[in-house]
């Protein structure tokens, strides 16, 4: 890992579209990695991309509408 890419707090708050207090939350309850190296937190491109799969959902079956079902709406 000492050759990955470091991304800020700020930046992966910007890339996920969320507000960096939850970027923060994340860290400290542990469910994003990250190094504190004295001038904030540095979240790891691998480790983003680890917790971006833990949270994925189930992938979109085959044929399956926005819905979920098939293509076609039912009422």
């Known amino acids: 890992m000492p050759y990955d890419q470091y ?5 992966v ?4 579209q969320v507000a960096e207090a939850t970027v923060r939350h994340w860290i400290k309850v542990g469910q ?3 190094i504190d190296i004295g001038k ?4 790891a491109h691998a ?3 680890h917790f971006l799969r833990r949270h994925e959902t189930a992938p979109r079956r085959e044929g399956a509408g926005p819905n979920g079902h098939g ?5």
């Open 40 to 43: 904030g937190w540095r979240i």
């Open 32 to 34: 994003l990695r990250a």
């Open 47 to 49: 480790d983003l991309a």
């Open 13 to 16: 708050a910007e890339r996920l």
């Open 71 to 75: 293509s076609e709406e039912t009422g």
């Open 7 to 11: 991304q800020t707090v700020r930046e």
